[in-house]
């Protein structure tokens, strides 16, 4: 599609955002006001324009229903090979195939399973059993919910016990401890596992953060949806290059978010 017709229609905010290739975009702008149009005109004015290999594009969206919908605007833009070639993808899908390429490295077969929530809550109702704590006592969900801020806060079991102050979270990371025990020994990831595991991955073996960095590629598409509070979306553009610091900041909810220009699109 020729640049003039991917800019048709668009305003002005939406256009500087589209031509604005070079260096990290954030586009800040209410429901329904066109921003998913700027990333998708985006990614097609980068390989058509810019000749950006569309397999060096990567888009992530937290829900399958935005990556669905972002893969099929992209395929009204583009002939459907590059289309295809474009990954988009949720954070987790995205974090499950870097590993079932990798684990290896960490220890983990790359059959590995994932354990989804009910199965979670199965494991530790049995661990506090074993363990002979009252679920009643200790909530099975709340401790279930302390492990997932502490894999999001990238502490390993070790390290959440050091720093555990509560008798909760003393009893917390007992649980910790067996829960991701039984888990490995099970070759089992869970779903705060898949982010946390990509990025050990990375920090550890820098042949496969090497692979992701290829000097070739130019960008990396990040489609950040805030929850609930905020109303808000969020789009950034990164350099491909720091993939793994995007995964780092998707556990902080972004903070660097402010860090880039800001383009209001309405
Ligand atoms: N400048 C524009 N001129 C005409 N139509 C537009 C323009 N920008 C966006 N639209 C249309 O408005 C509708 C909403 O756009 P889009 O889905 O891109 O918004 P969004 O901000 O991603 O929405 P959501 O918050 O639901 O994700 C679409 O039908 C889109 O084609
Ligand atoms: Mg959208």
Known sequence: MATATLLQGMNDKQTEAVLATEGPVLIMAGAGSGKTRVLTHRIA???????????NIL????????????????????????????????????????????????GYNRA??????AEQLTLVKHILAELNYD????????????????????????????????LFQQVVAKVYTEYQRRL????????DDLIMQTIILFQQDEET???????????????????????????TCWPLATKTSVLSAMLTRVSTAGAVPTLKTS
């Open 45 to 55: 004015y980068l390989i058509e324009e810019k000749h950006v290999n569309p397999w």
């Open 59 to 106: 888009a992530i969206t937290f829900t399958n229903k935005a990556a669905r919908e972002m893969k099929d605007r992209v395929g009204r833009l583009l002939d459907a090979q590059a289309a295809q070639d474009v990954w988009v993808s949720t954070f987790h899908a995205l974090c499950v195939r870097i590993l079932r390429r990798d684990i290896e490295k960490l």
């Open 112 to 117: 590995f399973t994932i354990a989804d929530p």
């Open 209 to 235: 953060l090497k692979f992701y960095q290829t000097s070739s590629a130019t960008f990396t598409l990040m489609n950040i949806r805030i929850p609930t509070k905020l109303s808000i979306n969020w789009y």
């Open 184 to 191: 490995r020994s099970d070759q089992a990831l869970d779903f």
């Open 135 to 166: 679920p009643k006592q200790y909530d099975p969900k709340s401790i279930l919910g302390t492990i997932s801020n502490a894999k999001n806060d990238m502490l390993d079991p070790k390290a959440f016990e050091k720093q555990a102050g509560s």
